[in-house]
């Protein structure tokens, strides 16, 4: 989450368009401050009735961030190659220029590796990615949840299955057992998922 916002999420999909003080409030910044976000571009609804849709909004101040972040990277980056052809220079006698291509090669590469950081970041701020936390938990309330449920078919078939002298019909008892263990784990990383 970006500096300066609250615990809002992004991931309810029933977003109604809010007024400049509303959207001021989501964001736990002032009124001001969203003024001056509408003046650098951020995106409104219905620009004559100057309302916004939080989403939009969430998106484009990713996108800015990212874009700044960008922006203060490759300036480093010109800056080191920049001292570095200085330091050559100062070593060679000023003229030998011992680049051989390697600012443009490595600006190329962090300008892709920046995109695709910013696409990541873009993704998860709009709920396009699920955060690995609630994967993992996810993951470990399945895994419980079949430990548990796998435990609990001998006392559950155990009867049943002893009556039983029909192997075919055991084998579908099981399979019958099974098939309502894995159907109950997808619910429950379903609704993991969704929290």
């Known amino acids: 989450m970006l500096a300066g916002t609250n ?3 992004m991931k309810n999909e029933d977003f109604r368009f809010m007024k400049m003080i509303d959207l001021a409030k989501v964001f ?3 009124k001001m401050t969203i003024s001056r976000w509408v003046k650098d571009g951020m995106p409104s609804a219905l620009e004559d009735e100057k309302l916004y849709d939080p989403k939009e909004v969430m998106e484009w101040r990713c996108k800015c961030a990212i874009e700044k972040v960008i922006k203060e990277a490759e300036e480093a980056e010109k800056k080191r190659i920049h001292e570095k052809r200085q330091s050559q220079k100062e070593m060679t006698g000023g003229d030998a220029d011992l680049d051989n291509g390697e600012f ?3 600006l190329d590469r962090f300008r892709h590796y920046k995109a695709e950081l910013a696409k990541i970041e873009v993704e998860k701020a709009t709920g396009a990615l699920i955060p690995r936390d609630i994967v993992e938990e ?3 309330v399945m895994g419980d ?3 548990k449920s796998l435990q609990e078919i001998p006392k559950l078939m155990g009867i049943k299955l002893a009556k039983e002298r029909d192997v075919v019909e055991v084998e579908k008892m099981l399979d019958e ?3 309502t263990v894995m159907k109950g784990m997808a619910d429950v990383g379903d609704d993991g998922l969704r929290q």
């Open 104 to 106: 443009t090669d490595n």
């Open 177 to 179: 057992q099974l098939v």
């Open 7 to 9: 615990k809002w999420s």
């Open 28 to 30: 736990n910044v002032s």
């Open 138 to 140: 996810t993951i470990c």
């Open 145 to 147: 949840f079949c430990r």
